[in-house]
């Protein structure tokens, strides 16, 4: 199942969280140079991503993403990845990473990378993190 109709908020502190699941996750993870998303779909939020960009490097980073148990797999976790990335390149970040690391035991860290890859991102098998570049291809 699908939800084309999910929005995605973008949030600058975890107080602006409704749902008391994803704000208590905001709230451990929230760092001051992080910008959140939050997926809402017919008025409940159902996701959270934290995004950290660092200026001195033209970096960011996926801190973490988490969609609520009962709506995952209907493609609210990739809308979340898509909108952090677009956020990033609109910082200019030249490129975006992350560590798989599963947060809960409905998925474990292989089906994670297997996701992450289906969204661009590329990393040593032996190794957690991951990256995808956002520079611009030049042909030739
Ligand atoms: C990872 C996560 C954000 C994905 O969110 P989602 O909304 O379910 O993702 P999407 O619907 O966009 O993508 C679904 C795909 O993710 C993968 N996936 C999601 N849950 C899965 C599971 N339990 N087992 C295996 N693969 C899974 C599959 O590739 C799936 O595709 P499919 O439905 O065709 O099998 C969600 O599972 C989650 O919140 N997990 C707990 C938090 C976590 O570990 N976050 C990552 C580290 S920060």
């Known amino acids: 199942m699908s939800r084309p109709q999910c929005a995605i908020r973008e949030v600058h502190q975890a107080d602006d969280i409704k749902s008391t699941i994803l704000?208590?996750?905001?709230?451990?993870?929230?760092?001051?140079?992080?910008?959140?998303?939050?997926?809402?779909?017919?008025?409940?939020?159902?996701?959270?991503?934290?995004?950290?960009?660092?200026?001195?490097?033209?970096?960011?980073?996926?801190?973490e993403v988490f969609v609520l148990d009962r709506f995952r797999k209907c493609g609210i976790g990739a809308r979340l990845m898509e909108r952090a990335e677009l956020a990033a390149r609109r910082l200019d970040a030249k490129i975006i990473e992350l560590e798989v690391h599963p947060l809960d035991e409905n998925i474990d860290a292989c089906a994670l990378r297997a996701w992450y890859s289906t969204l661009g991102f590329n990393g040593e098998l032996d190794s957690r993190l991951m990256k995808k570049d956002l520079q611009p291809k030049h042909n030739g």
Not at 25 to 51: K, P, Q
Request: aromatic share 18%; proline share 0%; no cysteine.
């Open 23 to 63: 704000r208590d996750r905001a709230e451990r993870g929230w760092r001051i140079w992080t910008i959140g998303f939050v997926s809402v779909d017919d008025g409940y939020e159902t996701g959270l991503l934290m995004l950290d960009f660092y200026d001195r490097t033209s970096s960011a980073k996926v801190y």
